[in-house]
């Protein structure tokens, strides 16, 4: 399994991103089985602002409902007691600021989930000491 953070989204959704090529490569890795590929509804909450800021409406459109049609991925809820462990998470890495508040729920959940792959360009998922797995690891 893999857990999709907005960063692997809009590399996936963008061909001029420098990497498309890689995101793609690991969707198509983990994306032939349902429930294989994990994102949560503020992943995608991050992802479509971004995304119909950088690409036309209507590609945007369609990549977005692609995302929420999709049969392969699964869509986890950031749900009351989630938000709380992203929170105590929060309070935990007071030292590492610039992790978003969405990056800490997707660690929540993967912890919950015991997942360690992440498609991600961020290094706070790997420095944070929760056994997390950066792809494409650089």
Not at 24 to 33: I, M, P
Not at 58 to 85: C, H, N, Y
Request: proline share 4%.
């Amino acid at each position: 399994m893999v857990f999709v953070d907005t960063w692997g989204w809009l590399a996936l959704a963008d061909p001029e991103d420098h990497f498309h090529g890689e995101a793609a490569e690991c969707y198509r890795a983990f994306g032939n089985q349902a429930g294989r590929v994990v994102t949560s509804n503020f992943v995608l909450d991050e992802t479509f602002t971004l995304l119909f800021r950088r690409r036309p409406h209507q590609e945007a459109m369609r990549f977005s409902s692609g995302l929420l049609e999709s049969p392969f991925i699964r869509v986890e809820t950031v749900t009351d007691v989630r938000f709380k462990k992203a929170y105590d998470l929060r309070k935990k890495f007071f030292d590492k600021p610039r992790i978003s508040f969405t990056d800490l729920s997707s660690m929540a959940i993967m912890s919950e989930l015991k997942m360690t792959d992440i498609l991600t360009g961020d290094d706070h998922f790997t420095q944070v000491g929760l056994g997390f797995r950066r792809i494409p690891a650089r």
